[in-house]
């Protein structure tokens, strides 16, 4: 009994480490997919002739500007 404790408190311990270790993963994957939404809405916007210089700041802002609309569509 005391063998099968200490392996459901192993797992437990793998899961948690897991989830803290996966974390910044997440937000690392998020603010990449920001950037390339955002230039590509930036890239979209220049065809038209706005002349939008094209950085990060500007990608980011960008991007935050679709997700807003995206999750108000």
Same mark, same amino acid.
């Given at each position: 009994m005391l063998t099968f404790i200490g392996f459901v408190l192993l797992a437990v311990c793998v899961y *948690?480490? @897991? $989830? #803290?270790? /996966? #974390?910044?993963? $997440? *937000?690392?994957k998020n603010i990449v997919v920001g950037l390339i939404v955002g230039? /590509? /809405?930036?890239w979209v916007v220049n065809l038209f @002739?706005?002349? *939008?210089?094209?950085n990060v700041v500007n990608a980011l802002i960008a991007s935050v500007v679709v997700y807003i609309i995206s999750s108000i569509i």
């Open positions: *948690i480490i @897991g $989830k #803290l270790i /996966a #974390l910044p993963f $997440k *937000i690392i230039s /590509a /809405a930036i @002739g706005m002349g *939008i210089e094209m």
